[in-house]
């Protein structure tokens, strides 16, 4: 799961920055582009999973539509 959301961000031309589990016992994920960003998480796919929704919000991407 980890991957595939990395792999989405990257598609969209997003670049995230490390990953790390906080003080608080979340995953924090630093987003560095398309803006410098940290979303936190109970997961990490979770966390990346915001990482992304900013990554598509900003391109204006709605993902697939069937």
Do not use: N, S
């Not at 929704?53 to 993902?63: E, K, L």
């Amino acid at each position: 799961m980890e991957d595939a959301l990395c792999l989405a961000i990257a598609e969209r031309r997003g670049y995230r920055g490390d990953w790390w589990i906080g003080d608080d016992g979340l995953w924090h994920v630093e987003l560095l582009r398309p803006v410098r960003e940290a979303f936190r998480g109970a997961t990490l796919a979770q966390a990346l999973g915001w990482c992304l929704v900013a990554v598509m919000g900003t391109t204006g991407d709605r993902g697939a539509v069937a």
